[in-house]
């Protein structure tokens, strides 16, 4: 395993104190400011964007700042496009995403964690293909596949394509956290009588719950911010998502750059409230699953 | 536990109390997610790869055997000869970019600075943001007439740039939206990998006078080589497969100019109808993708690290 924490807050490595010392010292918050101003300025922007009057949009020269701010960019995406459902589809589709992958990865990633069965390697090693396969090459035969048998443009067939393409990861995640379970818990409900379901329930999912907690926050991401799997299967407001929506703008009504850039603004908010809650399992799920697969 | 069980597992299990062997369990558990990976993932995949052999139009009936043809037609016209440059460029610079660039911003700021917690956190939105708000984002700010950026070009006295709509640049501004996207992700884990760098052997470099390059170059990298080689696995796969930023801001174009290898799949697929081209495509994106792989690292180091990670 490597030992990479990114929470690790372990003082860096000393530098010698030298004549230069305070001139590399104020470079370096040169550089941390800058780094984080371009970092956070193009999103700004969007959200400046997303503020101003129609008329302000296209002002020649660019002002820096909106000269009155108005909400009237996020009612029109409501009133004059399908915002509401595009909301309401994408937040169905990346929950049920989210409950259906951790249902079913927790129990796989259990057994291929703790049970030596036949085929535990192989299904470990074709997760770990299946991690790097472009969502492309799934898409195209799913689309065919879901014509014939009537789950195109459905929340369903949405739901268990993400589900299937989400899986690889979060059991490849729930596997790392149970592994680094001590044996000896597990043992101990054994001989209290415990079967397996109930040790699974009852004793592995509450110590591995950061590991679903990252599994999930990874898991809701993904699937909301998913573009190419959502534009080929869907093809109505019936299941479309908020990405797709996104392309709606740009190609069924020309560039309507307000509407769009509070719709963009609105898509943002989810990361920025996991970004800002939930910093922790993000971080651990990124860098488990990042090593892992 | 388990093992004992399964060196003989169909043995019956005396004791009545337990409903079921423990060997079934784990099957009757693993099931349910393997079956929904093979019916919705593994089989339609299997299916694309053997339709890419084949004639695939879903509007006829017949799908006549083509051997090859499918991937040599692709190489033999000059678009895909484009799309396949226009792939190698916009991996290797991205790399680069994201690699380097990442570097020096995480060495740089791998130092008791204050503020580093925060901005830590504000560096993670980015590579967490949906990447077809990034691609739409950065339309708006390259835009020509309204955008941003031309605007402050302007301001200092330099020319616009053509960003979108001229072929040269159009690639050039895919690659930046997607390395403003991405940095930040390798500036965090290498950023974490310096501080988990033991300092002893720094230490005995500042005790022999060694300048901040040469321990660096000597010390620093060496150690950090693991964490440099994850980010760069997880870098390219992903590279391969971006289809999101490209869609919203170019949609490839203009021309193929900023074609890349899932772009183009998709076109075939739903603007040409032409899915056994399409598959073709989205095969040799997975093929070069782990030929890169292979090629920097070894198949034997992907394999060794998983049998470390089952010990």
């Known amino acids: ?293 | 536990m388990a093992t004992s069980q399964m060196s003989r597992p169909r043995a019956p299990v005396a004791r009545r109390s337990r409903p079921a062997p423990k060997w079934l369990t784990g099957y009757a558990l693993a099931a349910p997610a393997i079956l929904l990976m093979l019916v919705i993932f593994l089989y339609p995949l299997g299916h694309s790869f053997v339709m890419s052999f084949f004639r695939w139009d879903l509007n006829s009936a017949e799908s006549p055997f083509l051997g090859l043809s499918n991937y040599t037609d692709l190489f033999t016209g000059t678009s895909f000869g484009q799309t396949l440059r226009n792939q190698v460029i916009f991996t290797v610079a991205s790399l680069v970019i994201e690699v380097v660039g990442g570097m020096a911003i995480a060495v740089l700021l791998s130092s008791k600075l204050r503020g580093l917690r925060p901005a830590r956190t504000l560096l993670l939105i980015p590579p967490m943001v949906a990447p077809a708000v990034v691609g739409l984002n950065f339309r708006w700010l390259f835009n020509e007439q309204y955008g941003l950026i031309d605007a402050v070009l302007v301001r200092l006295g330099l020319p616009a740039i053509p960003w979108l709509s001229d072929p040269a640049w159009a690639l050039v501004s895919v690659i930046i939206a997607s390395a403003w996207q991405n940095t930040p992700l390798l500036v965090l884990l290498f950023l974490a990998g310096l501080q988990a760098i033991p300092r002893e052997p720094l230490e005995a470099a500042a005790v022999d006078g060694a300048s901040a390059w040469r321990t660096f170059w000597a010390i620093v990298l060496p150690l950090m080589r693991p964490v440099v080689v994850i980010a760069m696995m997880i870098r390219i796969i992903d590279l391969f497969r971006t289809f999101d930023v490209v869609w919203l801001m170019t949609q490839g174009g203009p021309g193929n100019a900023s074609n890349l290898l899932t772009v183009e799949a998709y076109k075939l697929a739903f603007q040409s109808v032409d899915f056994g081209h399409a598959a073709a495509v989205s095969y040799v994106a997975l093929v070069l993708s782990l030929l890169v792989l292979a090629l920097l690292y070894g198949i034997p180091r992907l394999t060794s690290g998983r049998s470390a990670w089952q010990a």
């Not at chain 1, 004549?19 to 371009?38: K, N, P, W």
Request: with cysteine.
């Open chain 1, 1 to 293: 395993m490597a030992g990479v924490t990114l929470e690790a807050t372990r003082p860096a490595p000393v530098r010698p104190r030298r004549t230069g010392a305070t001139v590399g010292l104020v470079a370096r918050y040169v550089v941390l400011v800058l780094t984080v101003l371009v970092s956070i300025f193009p999103l700004a922007w969007l959200l400046i964007t997303s503020l101003r009057t129609s008329d302000e949009l296209f002002a020649v020269p660019v002002r820096l700042l909106p000269s009155t701010v108005t909400l009237e960019q996020y009612v029109t995406v409501f009133t004059e496009y399908e915002m509401a459902d595009y909301v309401w589809n994408s937040i169905v589709v990346s929950l049920a995403t989210v409950a259906l992958v951790t249902v079913l990865a927790l129990p796989c990633a259990y057994v291929l964690a703790r049970f030596r069965l036949p085929g535990v390697k192989v299904v470990i090693t074709v997760l770990l293909i299946m991690r790097m396969i472009p969502v492309i090459a799934l898409a195209i035969p799913l689309f065919s596949v879901f014509s014939g048998i009537g789950l195109l443009d459905t929340v369903l067939g949405l739901v268990l394509t993400h589900a299937a393409s989400k899986l690889p990861v979060a059991i490849w995640l729930m596997m790392a956290f149970i592994q680094d379970l001590p044996k000896e818990i597990e043992e101990s409900a054994e001989i209290d009588g415990a079967g397996v379901l109930r040790k699974l329930v009852f004793v592995v999912a509450p110590l591995i719950g950061p590991g679903i907690a990252a599994s999930a926050v990874l898991t809701f991401l993904f699937t909301w911010n998913d573009l190419l799997l959502a534009l080929t299967l869907t093809s109505s407001e019936a299941a479309q998502t908020l990405p797709v929506g996104l392309t709606n703008f740009v190609t069924q009504f020309g560039i309507d750059w307000g509407p769009m850039s509070a719709a963009g603004v609105l898509m943002v908010v989810p990361t920025l409230l996991f970004v800002w809650f939930a910093q922790g399992y993000l971080v651990k799920g990124l860098v488990a699953g990042a090593v892992r697969g």
